[in-house]
């Protein structure tokens, strides 16, 4: 590799996990994409190479203020500086706009027939082994997580998380408070890092952000890289700054990540094989998609429709932050999330649960695109919704709404009209 490009590519590394208004990422990629994916120059590229440093550093200059201490911009600006000298590019000059990468043409995919077959998942297998068995794992919301193994629940999760960590990805979502003060937390930045893999793909950084949702991974590529199944790793716009999907066919992963309003959702479809393909699995227990939230970050949403419950999830009146703008009267969240999700099943929990807590009416979408997600990526079809919370309060079963008390009371009022009739079968 190239001693430019690698620069380049650690410049690009992911970082700490905390959300920032640093743009390093955003800079890296549009000199990337500049550059046609970063293959080193040739004489006559060398004035339009120098013209897209200098635009290089004018983007990091530009971002300067908000990326003290960030290593990745660091990083880029000793780049930048080796760069400029190995070519004999001057500090003043014509820059240059950024351009779209060329995507390759349409034959060439993941399916050609030169491609190794190692790279597809699917084919890789001996064919006379069973078909593999593909689970689905979702994000979304106030967060509400739903596991590989279709446990659902609800959790406070504030910082950075490992969603999925195994052989061949690391996924890193960082959870933000919706409001100043409050514990209702959503996600801000999600991280994905898709390994080094045989002939297949080089190793991939993609990096979404609030307000962020890029439609490349960070080095401004939109595949696996060189080797000669890169194509095996492909990512989609599927509307711009709001849906993006990745394709990973070389471990039979697809992901979607979303943003709805200001927050990230994530949904993933895995082979179970692939899910469990760790080496270490004592280190599983930080994997939620697979062991879900500890115990002390889970949280009973069914338990705060009590006003004292939502009273403690709201900042604070006492609090010197922002006070929590009008949540919606319990009636009307219901109403709004009927709209989206006539199904009383989970995901209409958890939108009554975060329009309550939060007042923020794009919430209701971030329920219904996850349902929309799992009927795309869960492989079986009867476990689409959900009725059951995994953790329940001590001494009470699981039940399936939010509000029992009419079964209840049914149930009491059909006992006190039998009641006459049982005495006087007594009496007799």
């Known amino acids: 590799m190239p001693s430019w490009r690698r620069k380049v590519e650690e410049a690009g590394s992911p970082v700490d996990g905390a959300t920032s208004p640093c743009k390093i990422l955003k800079c890296n990629s549009e000199f990337w994409s500049a550059t046609a994916g970063g293959h080193a120059p040739a004489s006559d590229d060398a004035p339009e190479f120098c013209a897209a440093l200098r635009t290089y550093a ?4 530009r971002t300067a203020r908000t990326c003290r201490g960030d290593l990745a911009y660091h990083s880029a600006v000793h780049g930048i500086e080796d760069l400029m000298s190995q070519h004999n590019c001057s500090k003043d000059g014509p820059t240059s706009q950024p351009r779209l990468r060329t995507l390759p ?15 597809h998942y699917e084919k890789s297998l001996h064919k006379h082994s069973a078909a593999p068995n593909y689970t689905h794992c979702g994000l979304f919301g106030d967060p509400h997580l739903r596991t590989f193994t279709d446990r659902f629940q609800t959790c406070k999760v504030q910082g950075a998380w490992p969603l999925i960590d195994n052989n061949y990805l690391n996924v890193q979502v960082t959870n933000t408070p919706v409001l100043p003060g409050s514990a209702a937390t959503a996600t801000s930045k999600l991280t994905i890092i898709f390994k080094n893999f045989q002939e297949c793909v080089d190793q991939k950084v993609y990096q979404a952000e609030m307000d962020e949702l890029p439609a490349a991974f960070a080095d401004g590529s939109k595949n696996g890289g060189d080797k000669h199944g890169a194509n095996s790793l492909k990512i989609t716009e599927k509307v711009s700054g709001q849906h993006v999907e990745i394709q990973a ?10 943003q709805v ?13 692939v899910v469990n393909a760790v080496e270490d699995r004592d280190s599983q227990g930080l994997y939620l998609c697979l062991r879900g939230c500890p115990l002390n970050q889970q949280i009973d949403f069914q ?3 009590a006003h004292e419950g939502l009273g403690a999830y709201r900042p604070q009146a006492t609090s010197p932050t922002p006070a929590a703008p009008d949540t919606f009267p319990y009636e009307t969240a219901v109403a709004k999330c009927k709209e989206r999700l006539p199904v009383e099943d989970l995901y209409y929990q958890a939108c009554v649960f975060d329009l309550l807590t939060t007042g923020d009416v794009n919430f209701t979408l971030a329920a219904y695109y996850a349902l929309e997600d799992v009927k795309m990526l869960h492989s079986n079809k009867d476990k689409l919704h959900l009725y059951e919370r995994t953790r329940e309060p001590p001494g009470r079963a699981a039940t ?16 006190l009209t039998l009641l006459p009739v049982f005495l006087e079968a007594l009496a007799a």
């Open 105 to 119: 043409p349409p034959g060439d995919s993941q399916e050609r027939s030169d491609s190794p077959e190692i790279c």
């Open 303 to 305: 338990a705060f429709r």
């Open 261 to 273: 309003g200001r927050y990230l959702t994530f949904a993933v479809r895995m082979p179970e094989e």
């Open 58 to 61: 004018l983007c990091t200059r």
């Open 249 to 258: 066919k070389y471990i039979g992963t697809t992901i979607v990540v979303r």
């Open 400 to 415: 399936a709404g939010l509000c029992p008390a009419p079964r209840l009371l049914l149930g009491s009022l059909l006992l």
